[in-house]
């Protein structure tokens, strides 16, 4: 037979753990979805999910207002979306907003409906070191003239979402684009190099010294009473064209086609080029993985 002890010692034991289950479920939110009082939206996010978890928090301008409730993989395959179903936690909303005035929530603590074309999801990385996302919501008001309509998908209706800080990073850098242009200047650069017949152009201008020094020795033969200053002028121009004969050596050396200058530009251009690569590599990785640049590399890799 069992003694009153021990069956008050079992009730004890089993309200104790309803309590603490119930504790637990009302922490969580678990019971938030009774009656369905809570609203949900899906937010469709083009771009690397790593560190948003599910019962990740959801915000409204920095303040928690629900959670992440699952996410919709195999939607499509080309751009690879991750719809995310979150859930608007009314009590958290209640708790925060004002009654009066209220131009986001109602009284219920629902979004208002002309609103909801406003409402724009971001992701936000919370840190460094642990690499956690969450979705961060705001007003855009050019975001409503561009979402008249609110649809919806999996029987929910979507918000409008951007890019998060790290995907808006890549796409402005955009290194891909900056190595094909320094490619492509490095191969027009090296064409018209190739293309600059220098020995021609020095060749020139020998024929046109010759030519005109033939001339002013004619034209002071011709006016020899206009004295000795024709004389200089002479003397000046020759010399001054044969600095320019050597100043066409000159370039002809430097920018032949096996200069040392040409060779260094050369390879200037294709370093640069595969620095641009590396760096779109370097933010493609931190874009999936931003918590990265702390973490290092694992001792245990070879």
């Given at each position: 037979m069992k003694s009153p002890s021990n069956s008050i010692f079992v009730g004890l034991f089993s309200l104790g753990a309803i309590l603490l289950l119930l504790g637990f479920g009302i922490f969580t939110g678990a019971f938030s979805a009774i009656g369905n009082k809570n609203e949900r939206f899906v937010l469709v996010f083009h771009e690397n999910?790593?560190?948003?978890?599910?019962?990740?928090?959801?915000?409204?301008?920095g303040v928690r207002i629900g959670r992440v409730e699952r996410f919709f993989l195999g939607d499509a395959v080309d751009d690879a979306p991750v719809p995310v179903l979150v859930e608007i936690n009314r009590k958290l909303v209640r708790r925060h907003m004002v009654e009066r005035g209220?131009?986001?929530f109602d009284q219920e603590g629902k979004f208002k409906q002309d609103i909801i074309p406003k409402l724009v999801g971001q992701l936000i990385?919370?840190?460094?070191?642990?690499?956690?996302?969450?979705?961060?919501?705001?007003?855009?008001?050019?975001?409503?003239?561009?979402?008249?309509?609110v649809t919806t998908l999996y029987g929910y209706q979507t918000l409008q979402t951007r890019d998060s800080i790290f995907a808006e990073l890549s796409d402005s850098i955009n290194l891909d684009k900056?190595?094909?242009?320094?490619?492509?200047?490095m191969e027009v650069t090296i064409s018209r190099l190739e293309q600059l017949d220098l020995k021609t152009l020095s060749s020139d201008f020998t024929n046109t010294n010759v030519a005109l020094q033939s001339f002013i020795n004619n034209f002071?033969?011709?006016?020899?009473?206009?004295?000795p200053s024709m004389t200089q002028t002479s003397n000046e121009a020759s010399d001054a064209f044969a600095k320019i004969a050597l100043l066409s050596d000159q370039l002809n050396e430097?920018?032949?086609?096996?200069?040392?200058?040409?060779?260094?530009?050369?390879?200037?251009?294709?370093?640069?080029?595969?620095?641009?690569?590396?760096?779109?590599?370097?933010?493609?990785?931190?874009?999936?993985?931003?918590?990265?640049?702390?973490?290092g590399k694992n001792a245990n890799e070879n």
């Open positions: 999910m790593y560190g948003l978890y599910e019962g990740g928090k959801v915000t409204l301008n209220n131009e986001i990385q919370e840190s460094f070191v642990t690499g956690i996302l969450y979705v961060n919501l705001t007003t855009d008001e050019i975001a409503s003239e561009n979402n008249s309509e900056l190595s094909s242009q320094i490619s492509q200047l002071s033969a011709a006016y020899l009473e206009l004295g430097t920018l032949g086609p096996n200069s040392d200058l040409r060779f260094a530009f050369q390879n200037s251009m294709r370093e640069v080029s595969s620095m641009a690569k590396s760096l779109k590599a370097l933010a493609d990785l931190l874009e999936r993985n931003p918590q990265a640049i702390l973490r």
